[in-house]
């Protein structure tokens, strides 16, 4: 079975060969691997071209950036022309020890019509599951952030939002670092949209898949690692500014939610970034 792996890169040339590593010890598949570069520093860019080269791997080089989304459709509408079915997305610090990860996907993908996208259980370094997600919240639970910090709650929210990884079932949302998806539904949709960034993706895609009535599914018996380093995010307030436009967007696009509602959410995701903000202001 042939499939297109598109690892999205940006200065990570040494994360990527890792990943290449992985994916290449693959079994039961013929993997197309095409990794597009994001406009990394020209030290990465040419690193990573040289490895492509190495390795029998697809470049594709784009003149900018224009995030994650639109970074990804340049490999993915790669795909697509050269008539592949199936196209994983990959992060670059993905790890695969299962040698049949990809073909467990497939074969689950080619067994149910009905699905589109098809994630598995990922973890961090640190062994905690990242996917699957819960479904989008509406706008009566906006202002959870306040009571949080109220009670001093110290937890890490970002894996508050995860919903059952023990067993394999249709699910809400996977996780954007890794994921299969069906070039045909892509075609549908128009590819992923362009309009975000960074940010907020996945719930973007969850919906899309939902409109559409297809159905998204976890399983729970294949696994990758995100060996992902947290401190090297960058700027925390500038991440922030931009989750902030792309939550607005995603609640002014895709919501359920009336048009009150909407106002509500989108005034709490200003509230929230314009604390965090100030709380980063005050530490300095």
Not at 22 to 32: H, I, M, N, T, Y
Not at 137 to 146: D, V
Request: hydrophobic share 35%; proline share 2%.
């Amino acid at each position: 079975m042939k499939i297109a792996i598109i690892i999205l890169n940006y200065n990570s040339c040494t994360d990527c060969n890792k990943c290449i590593g992985f994916l290449q010890k693959q079994l039961g598949v013929e993997p197309e691997i095409i990794v597009v570069d994001n406009c990394s520093r020209d030290d990465d860019r040419k690193a990573i071209e040289t490895l492509c080269h190495e390795q029998g791997c697809t470049f594709i080089a784009n003149s900018d950036n224009r995030g994650y989304n639109a970074g990804n459709n340049v490999g993915l509408r790669y795909a697509a022309e050269k008539g592949y079915e199936f196209a994983l997305i990959a992060n670059p610090d993905m790890e695969f020890p299962q040698t049949d990860y990809l073909a467990s996907l497939i074969a689950k993908m080619k067994e149910d019509k009905d699905i589109v996208v098809c994630g598995s259980d990922i973890v961090d370094a640190d062994g905690i599951h990242q996917s699957p997600m819960t479904m989008e919240g509406n706008w009566k639970g906006s202002f959870k952030w306040i009571k949080d910090i109220v009670r001093k709650n110290k937890k890490n929210n970002t894996y508050d939002i995860i919903d059952n990884y023990n067993e394999s079932h249709y699910c809400y949302k996977v996780s954007g670092c890794c994921f299969m998806i069906k070039t045909s539904f892509l075609k549908e949709i128009n590819f992923f949209d362009e309009k975000v960034f960074l940010y907020c993706e996945e719930a973007i895609l969850s919906r899309q898949v939902e409109i559409a009535g297809k159905r998204m599914y976890y399983l729970a018996t294949t696994q990758a690692i995100h060996r992902h380093v947290k401190n090297e995010k960058g700027d925390p307030v500038k991440r922030f500014k931009i989750w902030k436009k792309s939550r607005c967007y995603f609640i002014d696009k895709y919501s359920k939610d009336h048009w009150f509602g909407k106002q509500i959410d989108k005034l709490s995701v200003k509230l929230y970034v314009t604390t965090f903000i100030l709380y980063s202001k005050l530490k300095k």
